[in-house]
């Protein structure tokens, strides 16, 4: 599943990946998915998430609300992910620049983030697990 919606705020980038992450949650529950692996590129956040601590600034009201969340799930992880390693999660915010609203799509991925996806995707590199 992949999606995306435009907000238009002056969000610091934590806040924006915290918002991100508990539209991500909302949305997986509705689609009945009860095991969930989120990945982020902003550490704060991963740690925050895990954690539930609450930072000072409007990203704590998302962290609270992801905790409330998150005891729905059978499980659930958060982890922090070099950008490079997740090249997908910013191609659909820039497309929701274009949309007005959201999208979601279920097996049909918008043409744009399947590319990329399919970079992200682990390999075999000298024995070792790694995103090609």
Request: net charge negative; glycine share 4%; with cysteine.
């Amino acid at each position: 599943m992949a999606a995306c919606k435009c907000i238009r705020a002056d969000w610091e980038v934590d806040t924006t990946e915290a918002f991100a992450a508990l539209y991500a949650m909302k949305l997986c529950w509705e689609a009945g998915i009860r095991r969930l692996e989120l990945e982020t590129d902003s550490k704060t956040t991963a740690e925050a998430l895990n954690r539930r601590k609450m930072l000072n600034n409007y990203t704590s009201i998302f962290i609270h609300d992801a905790g409330k969340l998150e005891g729905l799930f059978d499980a659930i992880s958060f982890s922090h992910v070099r950008r490079s390693a997740n090249t997908a999660a910013h191609e659909l915010p820039r497309l929701a620049l274009q949309l007005d609203g959201e999208k979601t799509w279920v097996r049909d991925f918008p043409p744009s983030s399947t590319v990329v996806t399919e970079g992200d995707k682990p390999c075999n590199h000298l024995a070792r697990v790694e995103l090609c």
